[in-house]
């Protein structure tokens, strides 16, 4: 069995390679290397709410299966990316409910959409770090780096909707937070 590397989200990277797909940045905790995963709209959009801090104006397939894992009783113990194989991430979500563990095949990006609002750890494999991963910074490997690194992965708001984008402004203004309301404020504009 492989060692697991435990990841963080970092952000979007938008060097698209595939229309209306977006690439999803996992940094490596105790080291420097990075994972690209590809992910739909829908899910970038549903994961970068949860980055964000932001409610969207009604659940989200993700809150949802958040919200049954709860009413249920059932905790998401972690979140594995197994496999790599031509060009998909394949990975398992964990589940524990009193005695019993429960392994379900997932989505990569369903997976860390509810890993991030359950706040699950997730883990890929050496060997997928080994063979997909990039050194994205060898200068700076401090415990502030990977924050800042953070916020170099911006969020797109052209994910989202002019009600998400309103609801997401409302948030900004409400936490004083004016340099990201102009922000949300010029993609509202775009749209209209």
Same mark, same amino acid.
């Given at each position: 069995m492989s060692k697991k590397v435990r990841l963080s989200v970092l952000g979007f990277s938008f060097n698209q390679t595939q229309s209306g797909a977006y690439g999803l940045v996992l940094a490596e905790e105790e080291g420097l290397r990075r994972l690209m995963v590809v992910v739909g709209a829908p899910e970038a959009q549903s994961i970068a709410f949860q980055l964000q801090g932001s409610v969207p104006p009604r659940p989200l397939t993700h809150d949802l299966f958040k919200t049954l894992l709860g009413e249920l009783n059932i %905790? !998401?113990?972690?979140? =594995?990316?197994?496999?790599?194989?031509?060009?998909?991430?394949?990975?398992? &979500? %964990? !589940?524990?409910?009193? =005695?019993q563990h429960i392994e379900i095949e997932s989505r990569t990006s369903?997976? &860390?959409?509810?890993?991030?609002?359950?706040?699950?750890?997730?883990?890929?494999?050496?060997l997928i770090m080994q063979m997909q991963g990039v050194i994205f910074d060898e200068g700076n490997n401090d415990d502030n780096s990977l924050e800042e690194e953070k916020s170099d992965f911006a969020l797109d708001y052209s994910l989202l909707d002019k009600n998400e984008l309103e609801s997401l402004l409302n948030d900004a203004v409400a936490g004083e937070?004016?340099?990201?309301?102009?922000?949300?404020?010029?993609?509202?504009?775009?749209?209209e």
């Open positions: %905790r !998401l113990s972690e979140v =594995e990316i197994y496999k790599y194989d031509n060009g998909v991430f394949f990975s398992k &979500i %964990r !589940l524990v409910q009193g =005695e369903d997976a &860390i959409a509810i890993a991030l609002r359950t706040k699950s750890p997730i883990y890929t494999t050496e937070d004016y340099e990201l309301a102009s922000l949300i404020r010029d993609e509202l504009r775009k749209k």
